[in-house]
């Protein structure tokens, strides 16, 4: 398979502009206009992509990603021999932004899936139970394959927006079982079993000086002090993932009321899309 890297290094801004950047944004004022705690517009398209078992593309302000998911036969893990496996990947070709070489996945595009997976995988959202087909045997595997677009900052909250929609939209294969073997029937489906009151979704935070922004652009990004990702699903936190830098008790004392508050609206907004999808494919 074609990998490639996420990041090989920081993008390089103009030190008059980082210096302008961290001005205004330690004055309360961000570059687009946004208030602090104001999301970027976000579109979402629900099953463009015919040939994947269900997909969605998300449109976060200019950050762009597609989502993708195959449902596949496989063994269950040991410790779980009666449920379903998830398996997310992300990858981000060098047309997503100017710093992207070709090469392996590095740690950022490994840790944004992993993310990912654990806000999905701990938030009650997937009845993994639903997916055993033989105890033991034969489990379905859900492959999300995560792909940017174009990286303008927030990667964590549009992947992960990106993969629940997909997985609300996902169609399951019956399984046929012949002579204990099993193979998937692809003209027969049925909806896959989701939890839509238990919707996993990531929150982002950078911080700047002493100001706290949410969903930072990429050149927010690029001159913030530190980041911080909370996962929540139904006014629950189920994952948090520090990227960078240092903060303060009363920061994450600010940093998580905020980001189950800003769930609630971003929950809303994931759950209209599903309700009303839109399948044309916008790139």
């Not at 806000?119 to 087909?133: A, E, M, W």
């Not at 046929?176 to 929150?203: C, F, G, M, S, Y």
Request: charged content about 25%; proline content about 6%.
């Amino acid at each position: 398979m074609y990998s490639v890297s996420i990041t090989t290094q920081p993008e390089i801004l103009p030190q008059l502009r980082r210096e302008s950047l961290r001005r205004i944004i330690e004055q309360g004022v961000r570059s687009d206009g946004r208030g602090k705690f104001d999301y970027r517009k976000i579109a979402i398209h629900v099953g463009s992509v015919r040939t994947a078992d269900g997909s969605a593309i998300v449109h976060l302000g200019n950050t762009k990603v597609i989502a993708g998911v195959k449902v596949g036969i496989g063994v269950p893990f040991p410790d779980t021999p009666d449920e379903g496996a998830l398996i997310v990947n992300l990858e981000m070709p060098p047309i997503a932004a100017p710093t992207i070489e070709p090469g392996p996945p590095d740690e950022n595009a490994i840790e944004i899936a992993r993310v990912v997976d654990r806000t999905i995988r701990h938030s009650g959202f997937i009845d993994f139970k639903s997916l055993c087909i033989v105890p033991g045997k034969h489990v379905y595997m859900l492959w999300v394959d995560v792909y940017v677009l174009n990286h303008d900052g927030n990667l964590y909250d549009a992947a992960c927006i990106a993969a629940t929609a997909a997985l609300a939209s996902t169609t399951l294969p019956r399984a046929v079982i012949e002579q204990d073997q099993v193979r998937l029937a692809r003209e027969e489906r049925a909806p896959l079993k989701v939890n839509v009151d238990a919707l996993p979704l990531t929150i982002t935070f950078a911080k700047v000086g002493n100001t706290i922004l949410v969903d930072p652009t990429l050149e927010e990004e690029n001159v913030c002090d530190s980041k911080i990702t909370v996962g929540v699903a139904k006014d629950k936190i189920v994952a948090i993932q520090k990227t960078d830098g240092a903060l303060t008790r009363d920061n994450i004392g600010q940093m998580i009321p905020k980001a189950v508050e800003l769930y609630r609206s971003l929950r809303e907004i994931v759950i209209n899309a599903l309700q009303s999808p839109h399948r044309e494919l916008i790139i």
